[in-house]
Nanobody, 116 residues
Framework: QVQLVESGGGLVQPGESLRLSCAAS????????MSWYRQVPGKEREFVAT????????DYADSVKGRFTISRDNVKNTLYLQMRNLKPDDTAVYYC?????????WGQGTQVTVSS
């Protein structure tokens, strides 16, 4: 059974940092590209960052470039998103996604709220 379980969300103030985790199981984690997406009510789910199977290829949305870092641990089967200098516009539910060819899986998301 494929599972993606996000954790690490919470309430932080602008300028603070937060680290999200996504624990994967039920598939060969290292064979999949992994991504983070986020969504706010009334908006489309938007791409945040992606990382290749080895962790050496990464890509980021312009809105988070220079502030967020995506990484993975293929021994622990865990995806991470280190978020720095958080802004109120970063408030969203953050989802992890696994993809390989035509196969893709989604987690259920974790809430991040950035507010004074």
């Amino acid at each position: 059974q494929v599972q993606l379980v996000e954790s690490g969300g919470g309430l932080v103030q602008p300028g603070e940092s937060l680290r999200l985790s996504c624990a994967a199981s039920g598939f060969t984690f290292s064979n999949y590209f992994m991504s983070w997406y986020r969504q706010v009510p009334g908006k489309e789910r938007e791409f945040v960052a992606t990382i290749g199977g080895t962790g050496r290829i990464t890509d980021y949305a312009d809105s988070v470039k220079g502030r967020f870092t995506i990484s993975r641990d293929n021994v622990k089967n865990t995806l991470y998103l280190q978020m720095r200098n958080l802004k109120p516009d970063d408030t969203a539910v953050y989802y992890c996604k696994a993809i390989r060819g035509t196969n893709s899986y989604w987690g259920q998301g974790t809430q991040v709220t950035v507010s004074s």
